[in-house]
């Protein structure tokens, strides 16, 4: 075995002695002088139009810097990972829960959170697409005008001919998967300190992935040019994909911008869950054809992704797990359709595995029914189909040069396996 | 408002605070401890885990008031950088720590076990941390962490 | 989080005192594990001033304590102290074992027995064992000192019969018959720092011919009031627990859970689930 430098060592974190001794800088650690606390008033409605914010009474109360609604954004006030579809603070109509009308700078966090309290929105509410099925409905309403239907984007995956080899297939399984939205819970809450300087240089603070596009986000949205916009990544406490997306930056960004004040916005974990983007739920209508022997011979599925209120990078995540639903198999004639869809629900964006945790349900679902109905060990039902050395993938046909692991893995695992199963397997 | 006294870290502090404050907010915000993490302030998490009279608790579950002339541990009340805490030792030397934010929550509650029970096995161990959560590691270089600081304190005595 | 007042009472008449003179605003906090959940959730702008009395350092309500076959347990004495206390796993087994299983440590090492008890929570899990042991609970107010029966201190999930003004400073109960097996068994969502969806609490003690003579049953979380459940009890009186007795106490539960607290969406799963751990539970007294 080759000796390497770091492979197969145990290498210390070298931010690991800040960690364990409560050195580490997180957002939420800093404090500056004359610091304000920023909150945000979010939608009482997953789906309504804003007919009226009266923030009269939150500024007048005493300990109040600066309350600002739609009106006060200098810039697009538009931002989003892959589609500029979210906005700042909504203006016209709120399309979850968790958007944004106002935001509030004040001296304390109990003034902060009294203040809104007291702002008056008159919300007329409009019917909610609650779902993947109602996302299709015709009489459903639109969750973004700017589109003609709720899907998002649909992109298709060829290769041979799946409906000539499904006639060929000795067993064909039909199956439908849904998968549930699930939160990241990263043990952080969001939370962004932004300091503004007399010339109206902001720098922000903020646990993320990527402080480029949270700098270009925060400078388009807000009207200011990118030079004049710092974006340092804080110690950040967990993220798994979610704090990809803005969170607290571009709130704490603009309130400091108004109050010319340093402004910490942290979020409570209601509010985190409230709002931040979660793993996709899926609908995934799945055929898989297969010879009596167990040799795959082709695929269909549609792929139906709920990315909620905005994009994120539901695009993305939804065209990715149509890549993967193949599994590590492969199958010489695959047909899938895949669907973003927008609705009022949450937001789902990225979280761990992008997309194919999601597939591999379906997929490896149907290989274990698969197994069952030709009594075949499942193990050896995947042996035979695996992607190996030599072989092509689904979406590229890309042929593969060296192995890809599955075949010795599975090789490794099939004495315990049948060991397991000799002593009585799940019966036992 | 109310006037408190207690000893953090060792150390004699007299605070004039509001009375519905927590301890954890009067941790970081007025003392300007802030190891000590708030992760969900309804005591679920473990983040905010301190020792009061060598005890474990949330300090999000209690108010600054209610430890009135009491003791309390936090974080920084261990080892230092240069100096580590045989603790804090071995969650580094095992790895025990990814982005960190459950940590300071996680040693507290093993610094109230470790000088409790110097020789706990894995269950004992899983117990004990059983009121932190990690959503990072799957706690298995946590609780390998903890064994090793026990071996480390019992070759100190 | 709701403004408050505070105020520490280091003794039983300090803290009555207290409650009396701030009536209709005082609220009694002992570890604050509830009480901290509660107000954080309240507006701040509840104008009903508030004034939280600190019963927690009352050292008259921290004792646990042996009289004869009485046992005495300060209502402050908390989870902790009773999962360890080596004389109360000698004496109520299960006990010790319920109290070892709410929460995590940080919420057993502040939660006490009282707080348990007056918060009144349908899971809570220090109350079908003392259900089962027919605990007393006393309470004292400026009018004097009262005790009632804790089967009869619940009215109803969330509520009980304590006046305002009054303190429970104590819980007592008679020792179990010597020789008697215990077992406290609960099921959450999580395996820790979870909270009872169901949870069971039995007692049983045999007689030399291997008839039971004594037999408490007790169930928490299914039931809209916590009680002995004497459906179950009577099925093993003066019989010994064979399987076929087990197999009858499984499908009894059910009924009685159904009878008492209606079908609803979690019956399908509640129903066996419920039966399975009463039968594992007596059968583990053997």
Known sequence: ?428 | MITIKMRVNGKQVCETIKDNMTLVAFLRDTLRLTGTKKGCGVGECGACTVLVDGLAVDSCLLLAAQVDGKSVTTIEGLGSINQLDPIQEAFVETGGVQCGYCTPGMVMSAKAMLEKNNKPSRDEIKKALSGNLCRCTGYTKIVQAVELAAEKMVQDE | MRDVKFLKATSIGEAITFLDEYRGQAQLIAGGTDVLVQLREEEKTISSPLCLVDVFDIMDMRAIQEEGDLIRIGSMVTHTEIAESAFLNQAVPFLSLACSQVGGPQIRNRGTVGGNIVNASPAADSVPVLIALDAMVHLRSNKGKREVPLSAFFVGPYKTSIDEGELLTEITFKRLPEGSKTNFVKVGRRRALSISRMNLAVSMHCDAQGHVDDMRFAAGSVMPRPRRIKEIESLFLGKTATPELLQKAKEEIGEVMVRESGIRKSTIYKKPVIGDITYSAIESLK
């Open chain 1, 1 to 428: 075995m080759t000796d390497y430098k770091y492979i197969g060592k145990r290498i210390q974190r070298k931010d690991a002695k800040a960690k364990v001794t409560g050195k580490a800088l997180y957002a939420e650690d800093m404090y500056f002088q004359d610091m304000l606390i920023g909150k945000v008033l979010r939608s009482a409605h997953p789906h309504a139009r804003i007919k009226g914010i009266d923030i009269s009474k939150a500024q007048a109360l005493p300990g109040v810097v600066c309350v600002l609604t739609a009106k006060d954004v200098q810039g697009t006030n538009r931002y989003g990972l892959a589609v500029s579809d979210q906005e700042v603070l909504v203006e016209k109509k709120a399309r979850y829960c968790g958007d944004a009308i106002a935001s509030v700078a004040a001296e304390t966090e109990e003034i902060a959170l009294e203040a809104l309290r007291l702002i008056d929105v008159d919300y007329e509410v409009l019917p909610a697409v609650s779902s993947i099925e109602q996302a299709f409905s015709p009489e459903s309403p639109l969750v973004h005008e700017r589109l003609e239907s709720n899907v998002l984007q649909k992109t298709k995956v060829r290769k041979g001919d799946a409906d000539k080899a499904f006639l060929e297939a000795d067993i064909i399984l039909e199956n439908t998967f849904t998968t549930q939205c699930v939160e990241h819970a990263y043990m952080e809450r969001e939370c962004s300190v932004a300091v503004c300087d007399c010339d109206g240089a902001l720098t922000v603070w903020e646990p993320c992935q990527y402080p480029v596009r949270s700098r270009r986000q925060i400078a388009k949205a807000l009207g200011l040019k990118f030079s004049q916009v710092r974006v340092i990544q804080s110690t950040t406490g967990g993220a798994f994909g979610s704090k990809d997306d803005i969170t607290t930056s571009i709130h704490a960004a603009m309130l400091s911008l108004n109050t010319k004040r340093p402004v910490k916005y942290a979020m409570e974990r209601e509010e985190s869950i409230a709002t931040s983007s979660k793993r996709h739920p899926f609908r995934m209508e799945c055929k898989l054809g297969a010879t009596k022997e167990g040799k795959l011979v082709a695929l269909k599925a549609d792929i139906f992704g709920d990315t909620g209120a905005y994009s994120s990078l539901g695009i993305y995540v939804v065209k990715k797990a149509g890549l993967h639903i193949s599994g590590p198999y492969e199958i010489p004639n695959v047909h899938v359709d895949t669907y973003t869809l927008y609705t009022n629900n949450v937001m789902s964006g990225a979280f761990r595995g992008f997309g194919v945790p999601q597939a591999h349900v379906a997929i490896e679902i149907q290989m274990d029914i698969l197994a069952r109905k030709i009594g075949m060990s499942p193990i050896d039902l995947r042996l035979l189909n695996c992607l190996r050395a030599g072989t092509t993938t689904t979406a590229t046909s890309h042929c593969i040069p060296h192995s890809v692991g599955i075949d010795q893995t599975l090789e490794k695992v099939k004495p315990y396996y049948d060991e397991w199963k000799a002593e009585g397997g799940l019966s036992r």
